[in-house]
């Protein structure tokens, strides 16, 4: 997809002091994925993993109280259910690529709208990273200031565009103001 902001080789600490056979794949989203599932079970959290299937055609969300998603890519039936969820009392945190794009590839605005945001192209540093071997190279992105402190982001970064005022800005980038960590009350 042309409008997928390419990675910045260059940048990549760990890419620069080593050779990767073939061609580099891009999995920041799935690494987010793997950061979120083992930080809520460190901290004794029962965690599910289910898929788009299960949302759509088994209408799982229903048994939940909250629900994580971290990616690019997001069929547009599933952002409607998540949507339930959240006007039913549940929450829905959304972290890196904000499923910006649909279950075609295109742009879809569907799960932006629902957080009450319009992002920047998603820029990139990191192709992947390993926390032993890649993470400690890594500089930051971008730097986050909010109410808790100031916070590095590591490999990929989203400038926020809040779209209405029930939004709340609770970081937002050092270099540029631009909104980074936002939070929206929808429903119960």
Known sequence: NEDLAPVNKAADQFLKRCHVAGKA???ICRKDQQAIY???RNA???VDL???DDIIEDGILKNYDAVYFAGEWVREKAVAEFEEVVKGGGVLS???GLGVYNEYGERSAAL???LGVSAEPARRDLFHYKPLLE???AEPIGRIESGWGELGAIAFRQDLIVAG???EVLGKWADNGAAAVCRRKLGK
């Open 50 to 52: 289910i898929t788009e």
């Open 94 to 96: 959304v972290s890196t």
């Open 44 to 46: 004794q959290y029962l």
């Open 165 to 167: 005022g029930d939004v």
């Open 135 to 137: 993470l400690p190279l």
């Open 38 to 40: 083992l930080a809520l």
């Open 112 to 114: 932006l709208n629902l």
């Open 25 to 27: 794949v891009q999995n």
